[in-house]
């Protein structure tokens, strides 16, 4: 590996280092690679984790390396997007101006929004970005497919409320800031055959499952399929829709893996720990656009069925109630929409949280054998068995059918 990359070099990790630790007098003594993402954990990048052992004092450092895809189908539909651009202005302009405009207004009183950034690539260099590795500082990754209990659901909604807020008042600094995060990976025509394959093969698949449930049989099969040839054109013109009143940055891609948590000085990694911080990270898919669209998502992938079935809206109260506070803090509290507003907008924004729940969900949910692939999907050779697994399978199964109801009673299928 060290041949093939060159962040791999001892001349460019020792630099690494001293201006991570601000001393220029620390060198490397060796250096280890490791994958970072296992299969369904990082899907559109290639994420490596660097090992930096210092020579003078013996301590080690590590970095964490997002690079391309290997050559392929996926790495042409990503090279087109606008992806990994979208996340290294996130890196170099838009977090930075976010931070400090929080900093300024409560200095000390919250943590950075995202991973501190080491070094972005040239656009005459091949794409690599270098990130903290947060586990340093403590955080960890949840567990997927165990899902959020309320505690950590209502951190992460506090936490995007402050993104949220701090990319409002980022617009009111400078309106190009914001406003040119135009858009993203998912309504690009770069990704547009992944889409209506992915539409396509899934709900299709979906619906053969669905027709042999009691209380479903051909009405409801027959609804997934019709939605499988319009859902990603309805999603475009849903992102791009010019009506919504108040906007912000967009995460664009809230989901569990996204977030990081921190937690209590000695609790170990176990169900039951209290989450102190959470922090975001990946920034890929950002976009100026609706609040209602990264909670839609959230909702839909992230918490227990339980927490989704039962707390949705205290997820909301607590995301508008944070929002107006930082708002406030950042002198602009005349900016802010009410609850009533807040959840207007959250409603009209439910075909997202549908296309969450029926595309995104099941494979979160899925185990590693039915990790997803993305070449398959692009080649429209998506395995039926596969998508049938992750559906019929629990707890996915369980939540379908509640949803199912629920979408077919807004008219959404």
């Known amino acids: 590996m060290g041949d093939s990359y060159f962040w791999t070099s001892r001349?460019?990790?020792e630099k690494l280092l001293q201006e991570s630790k601000n001393n220029r007098c620390l060198s490397v003594r060796d250096s280890s690679v490791e994958n970072a993402s296992g299969?369904?954990?990082n899907y559109i990048s290639k994420l490596f984790r660097v090992t930096v052992n210092q020579g003078n004092p013996a301590e080690k450092k590590t970095f964490f390396v997002k690079i391309?895809?290997?050559?392929?189908?996926?790495r042409d539909m990503v090279e087109r997007s606008s992806a990994f651009s979208t996340e290294m202005r996130m890196y170099r302009d838009t977090l930075p101006r976010m931070?400090?405009?929080?900093?300024?207004?409560?200095?000390?009183?919250?943590?950075s929004l995202g991973p501190e950034c080491y070094y972005l690539s040239s656009s005459e260099e091949p794409l690599v970005l270098v990130i903290e590795d947060l586990r340093e500082k403590g955080y960890a990754m949840a567990d997927r497919r165990r899902g959020l209990d309320l505690e950590h659901s209502l951190l992460v909604v506090r936490t995007l409320a402050r993104f949220h807020a701090c990319s409002v008042a980022a617009r009111a600094e400078e309106p190009s800031s914001?406003?040119?995060?135009?858009s993203n990976l998912f309504f690009e025509e770069a990704s547009r055959t992944f889409w209506e394959n992915n539409f396509k093969s899934t709900?299709?698949?979906m619906a053969e499952v669905v027709r042999r449930w009691d209380g479903f049989g051909d009405e409801f099969a027959e609804k997934l399929r019709a939605r499988s040839a319009t859902m990603r054109e309805d999603l475009v013109r849903l992102l791009r829709s010019r009506d919504d009143a108040f906007k912000v940055l967009l995460h664009g891609d809230l989901w569990v893996n996204n977030v990081l948590f921190r937690y209590g000085e000695g609790e170990q990694e176990e169900e039951g720990r209290r989450p102190e911080d959470a922090m975001l990270i990946d920034f890929q898919f950002c976009l100026f656009a609706s609040p209602g669209i990264d909670l839609q998502h959230f909702v839909h992938t992230s918490p227990t069925e339980q927490v989704r079935a039962e707390h949705a809206e205290g997820l909301l109260r607590a995301y508008h109630a944070e929002l107006s506070a930082t708002l406030r803090l950042l002198g602009l509290g005349a900016e802010t929409l009410s609850f009533r507003q807040l959840l207007e907008d959250y409603e009209s924004k439910a075909l997202y949280g549908a296309f969450a729940?029926?595309?995104?969900?099941?494979?979160?949910l899925s185990?590693?054998?039915?990790?997803?692939d993305f070449e398959s999907a692009l080649r429209d050779e998506m395995d039926e068995a596969v998508i049938v697994r992750r559906v019929s399978g629990e707890p996915y199964s369980r939540v379908l059918r509640r949803l199912l109801v629920q979408f077919a009673s807004k008219g959404i299928i």
Do not use: S
Not at 68 to 74: A, F, N, T
Not at 357 to 364: E, F, K, T
């Open 178 to 182: 914001v406003e040119t995060y135009a």
């Open 203 to 205: 709900l299709t698949a």
């Open 39 to 41: 299969r369904g954990d």
């Open 11 to 13: 001349g460019f990790l």
């Open 367 to 372: 185990d590693e054998r039915d990790a997803f």
């Open 68 to 74: 391309l895809p290997d050559e392929g189908i996926v």
């Open 99 to 111: 931070n400090k405009l929080l900093a300024r207004c409560a200095p000390g009183q919250f943590g």
């Open 357 to 364: 729940a029926l595309l995104c969900l099941p494979v979160i």
